[in-house]
T-cell receptor, first 116, second 114 residues
Framework: GAVVSQHPSWVICKSGTSVKIECRSL??????MFWYRQFPKQSLMLMAT?????????EQGVEKDKFLINHASLTLSTLTVTSAHPEDSSFYIC????????????FGPGTRLTVT | AQTVTQSQPEMSVQEAETVTLSCTYD???????LFWYKQPPSRQMILVIR??????QNATENRFSVNFQKAAKSFSLKISDSQLGDTAMYFC???????????FGTGTRLQVFP
């Protein structure tokens, strides 16, 4: 089956710094990728939809200047958390849309971000 | 706006028994997809089963089956012959046709006991 990877799996950064998270589709081309945020013991909340070659579409309430998304190729999308603060600490998960089925998404293993 | 509700925060079942997880949703759409995802302790989201709203027949995947009641907007998951590896968070999700947005419920934590 289709595989989506994320890097890093876990990152600690200091308050005020920026951190980049990568999401890769390993064996298929993904024109559309998605970024979710999951707080402890809570559900996944869609942050933004990342489209290759165009600007990301952000969900209501998500600061686009804080969470920069770049989808520069058909296999890579990146999420950069800028000027991170402790409240940005969370589990970030990406997914990629199956190009064949168009409704199925394959999820990455997630990245745990801790801001100190 | 669509919403997905999972009214059971936690469930438990003994190994080899059957358990049903509940999910209701609210939408004015007629064409949509429904999903059940499993999130084990590793946090990797795994698709368990999906249902197209236009299909009347309930989806089945081995030990997993759904009871899809479109009029009642209900989409429950039945796990038969529960196994220890079924221990996980289970999320019900909704997607409108022609959009890519998955809307997740709050999840049900399932514990399978030996």
């Amino acid at each position: 089956g289709a595989v989506v990877s994320q890097h890093p799996s876990w990152v600690i950064c200091k308050s005020g710094t920026s951190v980049k998270i990568e999401c890769r589709s390993l064996d298929f081309q993904a024109t559309t990728m998605f970024w979710y945020r999951q707080f402890p013991k809570q559900s996944l909340m869609l942050m933004a939809t990342s489209n290759e070659g165009s600007k990301a579409t952000y969900e209501q309430g998500v600061e686009k200047d804080k969470f920069l998304i770049n989808h520069a190729s058909l296999t890579l999308s990146t999420l950069t958390v800028t000027s991170a603060h402790p409240e940005d600490s969370s589990f970030y998960i990406c997914s990629a849309r199956d190009p064949v089925s168009s409704y199925e998404q394959y999820f990455g293993p997630g990245t745990r971000l801790t801001v100190t | 706006a669509q919403t997905v509700t999972q009214s059971q925060p936690e469930m438990s079942v003994q190994e080899a028994e059957t358990v049903t997880l509940s999910c209701t949703y609210d939408t004015s759409e007629n064409n949509y997809y429904l999903f059940w995802y499993k999130q084990p302790p590793s946090r990797q989201m795994i698709l368990v089963i999906r249902q197209e709203a236009y299909k009347q027949q309930n989806a089945t995947e081995n030990r997993f089956s759904v009871n899809f009641q479109k009029a009642a907007k209900s989409f429950s998951l039945k796990i038969s012959d529960s196994q220890l590896g079924d221990t996980a968070m289970y999320f019900c999700a909704f997607m409108k046709v022609d959009t890519d947005k998955l809307i997740f419920g709050t999840g049900t934590r399932l514990q399978v006991f030996p």
